[in-house]
């Protein structure tokens, strides 16, 4: 229900479609990169080496594949295990091993 309350203006607009996405863009900035805020630390560590530095060899949308991949991948393992065995600390240690996920490789 507040779902669809925080969407409502959005799909109640003359262009519905041009409105959601306008949305996703702002949730999802994709066309700044990865180097623009310095947020994906991974990325912006490993631009700091000659060898690693995936600007120069990857098209940005190599690299926002790459960077989606990896994001999956590091919280596949952790929501597998609150999956197979749910409890309190395993919530607990999902939510930050996510948390940390987003925040070192998104």
């Known amino acids: 229900l507040t779902f669809a309350a925080c969407w409502a203006p959005f799909l109640a607009s003359a262009t519905p479609y041009d409105s959601t996405l306008a949305v996703l863009r702002r949730v999802f900035p994709t066309s700044r990169s990865l180097y623009e805020d310095k ?3 991974v990325w912006c560590t490993m631009a700091l080496l000659p060898p690693l530095k995936l600007k120069a ?3 940005l949308e190599a ?3 790459l960077s989606l991949g990896c994001t999956l991948a ?3 393992p952790p929501c597998a295990l609150l999956l197979r065995a749910p409890s309190r600390r395993a919530f607990l240690l999902c939510a930050t091993a996510c948390g940390l996920a987003f925040f070192l490789l998104s």
Do not use: F
Request: proline share 0%; aromatic share 0%; glycine share 0%.
């Open 39 to 41: 947020v994906a630390n």
């Open 57 to 59: 060899k990857l098209a």
């Open 63 to 65: 690299l926002l594949r």
């Open 74 to 76: 590091a919280l596949l």
